[in-house]
């Protein structure tokens, strides 16, 4: 069985709640305060933890006009990396606040790496995990940099093919034993849901034997809430105050709102699945009454032979099962029965 993970003492696997993550990015929009009020939002809505991305234009990319530094297509189309990732890096003189007002909430905060210089930094603000983009999957050096921290990593595997991730995850087990959280990924942004290929949950799991939740991009909650059934243990979905805000993820984001019900129907779809043993359900406990069963419909006097006309299967589920009425026909009454008695076998004359 695969071990479970810690994240800041919450277990994260089999036989626990899904982990719910709720993704700022770039939807802070270069307000602290809403960068705050984003983290408020999310504990309120009952998430596990917040990621954030730690990085800057210049550590993510260089200023250059390129064409291959330049979008084409999509929610971003025609803006240069550059451009795009100075308006959505979260300032790095922010990070000590917004770890010490999650703390104050009492919600986890960690956050994405994009170079060694920001683990560092979040290393000195003692974030409890880390998370590899799906950008990133392929720096194994980067992977190899925050799994030597001892720290819990959450890899997403967008666009990645199975030799990619296992090349990471052999690198990430190899340089810690922090533990693993292979998220699958589609990005597309927004994914649509026929994209979604769900049913890789469970063909990462059996390949790599670890932990397998998913990094959701999607409208809504659906998808995210049917990997829940397919096993997944973690799930990400962006959050945002109001779509309408705008900002460079707002348009796939969840609202508040939205976001308590993910964390809600997750969780029932986790309950939902039980243990898989062969047991009656106790909601169910009380209506094995009204099965059917074997009663005596007639006055039927000691020695009278037992027909189908005075001897039905009915409700309730008092008497014999219905299925040993051909036993039961022919044979005789042990003793007078009145109407409306379960039929029971010392009713029964045995044959002769």
Same mark, same amino acid.
């Given at each position: 069985?695969?071990?479970?993970?810690?994240?800041?003492?919450?277990?994260? !696997? =089999?036989?626990?709640?899904?982990?719910?993550?709720?993704?700022?990015?770039?939807? %802070?929009?270069?307000?602290?305060?809403?960068?705050?009020?984003?983290?408020?939002?999310?504990?309120?809505?009952?998430?596990?933890? *917040?990621?954030?991305?730690?990085? &800057? +234009?210049?550590?993510?990319?260089?200023?250059?006009? !390129? =064409?291959?530094?330049?979008?084409?297509?999509?929610?971003?189309?025609?803006?240069?990396?550059?451009?795009?990732?100075?308006?959505?890096?979260?300032?790095?003189?922010?990070?000590?606040?917004?770890?010490?007002?999650?703390?104050?909430?009492?919600?986890?905060?960690?956050?994405?790496?994009?170079?060694?210089?920001?683990?560092?930094?979040?290393? /000195?603000?003692?974030?409890?995990?880390?998370?590899?983009?799906?950008?990133?999957?392929?720096?194994? =050096?980067?992977?190899?940099?925050? +799994?030597? &921290?001892?720290?819990?990593? #959450?890899? /997403?595997? !967008?666009?990645?093919?199975?030799?990619?991730?296992?090349?990471? #995850?052999?690198?990430?087990?190899?340089?810690?034993?922090?533990?693993?959280?292979?998220?699958?990924?589609? /990005?597309?942004?927004? &994914?649509?849901?026929? $994209?979604?290929?769900?049913?890789?949950?469970?063909?990462?799991?059996?390949?790599?034997?670890?932990?397998?939740?998913?990094?959701? %991009?999607?409208?809504?909650?659906?998808?995210?809430?049917?990997?829940?059934?397919?096993?997944? @243990?973690?799930?990400?979905?962006?959050?945002?105050?109001?779509?309408? $805000?705008?900002?460079?993820?707002?348009?796939?984001?969840?609202?508040?709102?939205?976001?308590?019900?993910?964390?809600?129907?997750?969780?029932? +779809?986790?309950?939902?699945?039980? &243990?898989?043993?062969?047991?009656?359900?106790?909601?169910?406990?009380?209506?094995?009454?009204?099965?059917?069963?074997?009663? @005596?419909?007639? $006055? *039927?006097?000691?020695?009278?032979?037992?027909?189908?006309?005075?001897?039905?299967?009915?409700?309730?589920?008092? !008497?014999?099962?219905?299925?040993?009425?051909?036993?039961?026909?022919?044979?005789?009454?042990?003793?007078?029965?009145?109407?409306?008695?379960?039929?029971?076998?010392?009713?029964?004359?045995?044959?002769?």
């Amino acid at each position: 069985m695969i071990q479970p993970v810690s994240i800041a003492g919450r277990m994260i !696997g =089999p036989g626990h709640p899904p982990y719910v993550i709720a993704e700022m990015s770039a939807n %802070h929009m270069g307000q602290f305060d809403r960068a705050l009020a984003i983290i408020d939002a999310a504990k309120a809505a009952g998430a596990d933890a *917040v990621k954030m991305q730690t990085y &800057t +234009a210049d550590t993510i990319t260089i200023d250059h006009d !390129g =064409p291959e530094f330049r979008i084409k297509g999509g929610l971003w189309d025609g803006r240069t990396l550059h451009d795009l990732y100075r308006e959505a890096h979260t300032p790095w003189d922010w990070h000590p606040r917004l770890f010490a007002h999650a703390r104050k909430i009492g919600i986890t905060l960690f956050s994405s790496p994009f170079d060694p210089t920001a683990i560092e930094l979040l290393e /000195s603000l003692d974030a409890p995990a880390f998370k590899i983009a799906s950008f990133e999957i392929v720096d194994i =050096p980067l992977i190899q940099r925050a +799994a030597a &921290t001892g720290k819990p990593l #959450v890899i /997403s595997s !967008g666009m990645a093919g199975m030799a990619e991730i296992e090349e990471a #995850v052999a690198a990430a087990r190899g340089a810690g034993d922090g533990g693993i959280v292979l998220l699958h990924c589609v /990005s597309g942004y927004p &994914t649509p849901p026929e $994209d979604s290929n769900l049913l890789r949950l469970r063909t990462l799991t059996e390949r790599f034997d670890v932990l397998v939740g998913l990094s959701d %991009h999607t409208m809504g909650t659906a998808c995210a809430v049917a990997a829940v059934a397919l096993g997944a @243990v973690a799930i990400e979905k962006h959050l945002t105050l109001r779509r309408a $805000d705008g900002g460079p993820d707002g348009a796939f984001s969840l609202e508040p709102a939205e976001m308590r019900t993910l964390v809600e129907e997750s969780r029932t +779809a986790f309950t939902a699945l039980g &243990t898989g043993r062969d047991t009656r359900a106790p909601s169910e406990r009380g209506n094995a009454l009204f099965r059917r069963s074997l009663y @005596v419909v007639r $006055d *039927v006097a000691a020695g009278e032979v037992l027909t189908n006309e005075n001897v039905r299967s009915i409700r309730p589920g008092l !008497g014999l099962a219905p299925k040993h009425l051909p036993e039961v026909v022919g044979r005789k009454a042990a003793r007078a029965i009145p109407r409306g008695t379960p039929l029971a076998w010392d009713l029964v004359a045995p044959k002769p």
